[in-house]
């Protein structure tokens, strides 16, 4: 299917354990970034590339770790989970200019 | 102070009203603006993009970008139940680095 998709879509995890939320986009675009959004506080940026191998850190990295060996997928690793991580996670993508969003990740941390 | 603000309501209107939602941006140079449309519990989805100043119009949509005075403004024409969503607006900001910035959203109840 072409677009991004994002796995899993719904996910509860206890405080400590490593969680890793999976993107992948099909129109080969350079950008991709990963987002949370909060009730209050909206869309904030955690991290995002501008390609294969080059990452950057958003306004709100502290506990998440990004990779991105292949151009199409940009895994998002949560180290060790914590409460306030609880949130929805969207990936996004963006050639010369429009950025989609993909269906978002549920995560709940207990 | 926000480098985009946006109220974020909730705004309810009855079905049929003219609908405007507004930002305002505190940097001169952004030149690109986005609205999103995001549905309760999906992703947001691009509804307009606009560069620089003017209006841009889709159907019963109007994006309207005033840099002399940092606003950007989205007009639903006719609303319709269906519309009613949280609706974000965004720039490109500064620079080349592919990142938007977004307001809080406005979150809008079009009643029958």
């Known amino acids: 299917d072409a677009g991004i998709t994002q796995s899993p879509r719904y996910k509860i995890t206890e405080t400590g354990r490593q969680v890793t939320l999976m993107c992948h986009q099909t129109w080969s675009h350079s950008y991709m970034f990963w987002y949370r959004q909060d009730l209050g506080h909206g869309l904030r940026l955690i991290y995002y590339?501008?390609?294969?191998?080059?990452?950057d850190k958003g306004e709100v990295s502290d506990g998440y770790v990004v990779s991105r060996s292949k151009t199409e997928n940009f895994p998002l690793t949560l180290e060790s989970a914590t409460r306030s991580q609880t949130s929805v996670y969207f990936c996004?993508?963006?050639?010369?200019?429009?950025?989609?969003f993909g269906p978002g990740t549920r995560l709940t941390v207990l | 102070q926000k480098e985009v603000e946006q109220d974020p309501g909730p705004l309810s209107v009855p079905e049929g009203a003219i609908v405007s939602l507004n930002c305002t941006y505190s940097n001169s140079a952004f030149q690109y603006f986005m609205w999103y449309r995001q549905y309760s519990r999906k992703g947001p989805e691009l509804l307009m993009y606009?560069?620089?100043?003017g209006n841009k119009e889709d159907g019963r949509f109007t994006a309207q970008v005033d840099k002399s005075s940092k606003y950007i403004s989205l007009f639903i024409r006719d609303s319709q139940p269906s519309d009613s969503a949280t609706y974000l607006c965004?720039?490109?900001?500064?620079?080349?680095?592919?990142?938007?910035?977004f307001g809080q959203g406005t979150t809008l109840q079009v009643k029958p």
């Open positions: 590339s501008a390609a294969a191998d080059i990452t």
């Open positions: 606009t560069y620089s100043s």
């Open positions: 996004a993508s963006s050639g010369i200019s429009e950025q989609f």
């Open positions: 965004a720039t490109h900001g500064s620079g080349n680095t592919g990142k938007l910035i």
